[in-house]
């Protein structure tokens, strides 16, 4: 059927075709994991009695607004969590991450980053190296900054972390790898860091980066030893149809503390109108499992793909699927220029565009990426990337429905390794 919509090669489909047959049964896996997953979110939204008047929204200050206390609720239920914040005042993860920090943190504090260098974004937010100094970093405000990397393997290093954290007062754990060539941390790992930090420090904070983590198993990091967890609606939770938004999400002290970050000191969550964004917000969180499921049975198939065309792909698929990106060295620029350009070609929206390396807020490199959504810069829906810079590593995320992502990344695929 492919073939009857795009060009493909003969050669490409042959991979294609085998690469059905391998990933069949890891499809099944995935699809238990969504059926728990939605079967949990109807529960938590008919327990919370949610209602056709919850989608109304508000404007002004958004006092008294239930519909808005209800999202939090199902959302909370869902994360295995106490509280949560879900607000569209979150412009992105990156966002989302700063108002946690920023919450939780106080000068003289020190942050640990257990699991090694956090993302580039997040680097202007610590001020790690000097960056964004003079801008309100971490650092500006006095609080510390200490790492412990992760091993040659990409494992964490308990023994520096159980050094470090009687230091600290919040411990960092980024689920998803960043720019990195590591498989995402699973739920026990996250438990073990977790674990290590709190016995060197009892009193210590644990914060999950849980970006792209959202719903690929049938629990959450709160469920595995961490007090708080943050990420955007535009990707895993937001089902594709939220338009923007975040979360923080954990220990009800902890969200109330980044309450007061994100609105003011005494506010915490009573302000913050909805707008017309209630019924997208809770209709992209109800569907999220399924959509999740998607683009981890996008990762398996493009995993495969990438296996059987000769290249090494983290994970593979038929690994464990901790988060839904797939990240590969493409050889050359032009290989990653060429995928990237792949995906833009057969996607819903700005198929026509060619993506082109620029310069990106937040990166230290050129970023070339591909990203025809209808939402702008939403990583759940199918999207690719990477730094312009050796091995030029290609990181692929999301996928709305399977059968479109399928197309896209043999289209990517094609042009970049069958021209």
Not at 276 to 292: F, I, K, Q, S, T
Not at 344 to 362: K, R
């Amino acid at each position: 059927m492919l073939e009857r919509f795009f060009d493909y090669k003969p050669a490409v489909l042959e991979l294609d075709r085998r690469a059905m047959e391998l990933c069949a049964p890891y499809f099944r896996q995935a699809e238990q994991v969504r059926d728990f997953n939605q079967l949990k979110m109807l529960r938590a939204f008919a327990g919370n009695q949610m209602s056709a008047t919850d989608m109304l929204g508000t404007t002004g200050y958004g006092l008294w607004d239930t519909g808005r206390a209800k999202l939090e609720a199902i959302f909370a239920q869902a994360m295995g969590c106490e509280d949560a914040l879900v607000r569209s005042q979150f412009m992105s993860g990156t966002h989302t991450l700063a108002v946690a920090l920023f919450g939780l943190l106080r000068a003289g504090d020190t942050l640990l980053a257990a699991t090694g260098r956090p993302y580039d974004t997040l680097e202007g937010v610590i001020g790690i190296g000097g960056k964004g100094a003079g801008q309100g970093t971490l650092a500006d405000y006095g609080i510390r900054y200490e790492e412990a990397p992760l091993r040659p393997d990409f494992t964490p290093d308990y023994e520096a972390i159980a050094a470090a954290a009687p230091r600290a007062k919040v411990c960092h754990i980024q689920r998803s790898r960043g720019y990195l060539q590591r498989n995402a941390f699973d739920l026990e790992t996250i438990r073990r860091v977790a674990g290590t930090a709190r016995r060197a420090n009892p009193g210590i904070i644990v914060f999950v980066d849980n970006c792209y983590g959202e719903f690929t198993q049938t629990e959450e990091p709160c469920q595995a030893g961490a007090d708080l967890i943050a990420g955007s609606l535009i990707k895993n939770p937001g089902g594709g149809i939220a338009p923007t938004g975040g979360y923080i999400a954990g220990r009800r002290d902890l969200v109330e503390q980044c309450a007061y970050r994100l609105n003011a000191p005494g506010l915490g969550k009573e302000l913050g109108c909805t707008l017309d964004a209630p019924r997208e917000m809770y209709l992209g969180l109800y569907y999220a499992p399924g959509v999740v499921c998607e683009a981890v049975k996008t990762a398996i198939y493009a995993q495969c793909l990438l296996e059987l065309a000769g290249k090494k792909p983290v994970p593979r698929y038929c690994e464990p699927h901790n988060d839904i990106v797939t990240c590969f060295d493409a050889g050359t620029a032009e290989a990653l220029v060429g995928f990237c350009q792949g995906i833009q070609a057969a996607s819903p929206v700005d198929s026509y565009a060619l993506p082109e390396p620029c310069p990106e807020p937040g990166y230290t490199d050129q970023v070339v990426m591909a990203s025809g959504s209808f939402t702008q810069g939403s990583t759940i829906e199918l999207s690719c990337d990477g730094p312009l810079r050796a091995p030029y590593t290609c990181y692929l995320q999301g996928g709305l429905n399977f059968t479109a992502s399928r197309a896209g990344v043999l289209l990517a695929v094609q042009k970049a390794y069958f021209r």
